[in-house]
């Protein structure tokens, strides 16, 4: 219950250096029993030696979130959703990579995915995934989709590695 009303609890964004592993973890432990997960398989292929990030962690939640709920919704008759985390030292970033087994992205909501109200469901706001991508984008990151057609869809979400609070 405290972890619920900690995820929920509006507050001033606070950057601190942390790890997206944890993020991941606390998050997906907070949503695993729910029912959209009742036939998902869970891989964590998460780097025990993954750098940290300058972010804040409740945003950060909001985006793992946002992303998994889409892709246990995507895969209606169950599948696999792994969370994979790995440091891009080239681009000097870390990467968190979604993959699901669902149906794919068509390429015509692929190019909209991240528009505010845009949704392909019945029910829904079609905020997610934009609110996602801001956060994303004010943290000087980015979110890239690798989707095709009945091969499922992975999220893509690089934040850059470290750092100080003047970076912002």
Not at 4 to 19: A, E
């Amino acid at each position: 219950v405290k972890g619920l009303l900690d995820f929920s609890r509006q507050t001033k964004p606070q950057r601190t250096l942390l790890d997206l592993n944890q993020v991941v973890e606390d998050t997906l432990s907070l949503v695993r029993n729910q029912t959209v997960f009742r036939n998902t398989k869970l891989v964590y292929e998460l780097d025990p030696h993954l750098p940290t990030v300058l972010a804040d962690a409740d945003q950060m939640r909001q985006v793992v979130l946002n992303i998994v709920l889409n892709a246990a919704e995507a895969m209606v008759q169950g599948g696999e959703l792994r969370v994979a985390s790995s440091a891009d030292p080239a681009a000097k970033a870390v990467e968190l990579r979604i993959s699901d087994t669902g149906p794919g992205i068509p390429d015509e909501v692929r190019a909209r995915i991240f528009e505010p109200f845009f949704t392909t469901k019945k029910t829904g706001t079609g905020l997610g995934l934009a609110v996602a991508y801001g956060i994303i984008e004010r943290h000087h990151g980015r979110i890239r989709i690798e989707s095709a057609r009945g091969r499922g869809t992975t999220f893509i979400v690089s934040v850059p590695i470290g750092g100080t609070a003047e970076d912002d």
